[in-house]
């Protein structure tokens, strides 16, 4: 619910939830190049910190919030790994790419023209992948993958062992920024709400 409630929020704050990142620790840490700036060394708590800081500091630069919610999880076949959801401007994306290269160390394989598939870059060892939302139902699609990152650890036996904070929504789309956001929201949705035909009063 609060992953639905997030998402709804930043669509109607005109923040679309448009690049889908899933980095795959365990692929890094053994078929990763371990280029220069990687922070495979750090801690795995450490680790995934320093990546939403960075993708942080990586909008703050261009003006724009972070609008993110993240998911992380064990599993039998990719191991440590996270997935995120993000608001990244689509003709930016050579920058976001840029800013994943140095995180994981991990150089890329290729980066197609924004929305021309649904992976538009991944990394040589297939550590690390970008997707980008290019249904015409961008909201309906970015609410499945919210609930797909936060159903990852339903498919186990039991929760993963997994240290710090699980699952996570940034603050620019959190529970405090929608009730700061709602006042604004509902005047705005008042201003611009169009009266149905039928149900309109006689002059």
Known sequence: MRFREAVAF?????????????????????????????????????????????????????????????????????????????????????QLVAVIERISGSSVDFVLKPYAADVVARSVCGGWQINMNNRKDDKGSALEWAEYIAAQHAKHPAPPEIKGKAFGISQAIGKAAQKREQPALEVRAAKYSITRPETAESP
């Open 10 to 94: 930043a669509y109607a704050m005109d923040w679309p939830l448009n690049i889908g990142i899933t980095i795959t620790w365990a692929a890094l840490e053994t078929a990763g190049e371990r280029n220069e700036g990687h922070c495979l060394g750090r801690g795995e708590w450490d680790r995934e910190k320093y990546t939403r800081d960075e993708l942080a500091r990586l909008c703050r630069s261009e003006g724009l919030p972070f609008v993110a919610l993240w998911g992380r999880d064990v599993g039998a076949d990719m191991g440590s790994h996270v997935h995120l959801s993000i608001f990244w401007p689509s003709y930016k994306l050579a």
